[in-house]
């Protein structure tokens, strides 16, 4: 079994930073895609960034140029850090992960607990 713990949220004002991590544990295991979204109250989770094993990554529109996610394979961590934050930024944050079992071969969806994110005006 697979588990993905979050870290890092919080209260922050407009145009402040904050820097959130996601630590897989576990056993015999290999992350393939890992991805931040996040959901505010009354909207659909929406996809934030999505990193490859390979470091490609994919940010949506409204981060583009104030996010960045980062990935250290070697700790099976996720981090994305957040800079110039808005109002609008402001939801629960999820840490995403596509992981192979090397001992099943079999792939499956991992998703973290969540960490709030508030940024007030």
């Known amino acids: 079994q697979v588990h993905l713990v979050e870290s890092g949220g919080g209260l922050v004002q407009a145009g402040g930073s904050l820097r959130l991590s996601c630590a897989a544990s576990?056993?015999?295991?290999?992350?393939?895609?890992m991805a931040w979204y996040r959901q505010a109250p009354g909207d659909q989770r929406e996809l934030v960034v999505v990193?490859?094993?390979?470091?490609?990554?994919n940010y949506g529109d409204s981060v583009k140029g104030r996010f960045t996610i980062s990935r250290d394979n070697a700790e099976n961590t996720v981090y994305l850090q957040m800079n110039s934050l808005k109002p609008e930024d402001t939801a629960v944050y999820f840490c995403?992960?596509?992981?192979?079992?090397?001992?099943?071969?079999?792939?499956?969806?991992?998703w973290g607990q969540g960490t709030q994110v508030t940024v007030s005006s």
């Open positions: 576990g056993n015999n295991f290999r992350i393939n895609v």
């Open positions: 995403h992960a596509d992981i192979t079992s090397t001992w099943s071969l079999r792939s499956s969806d991992y």
């Open positions: 990193i490859t094993s390979g470091g490609s990554t």
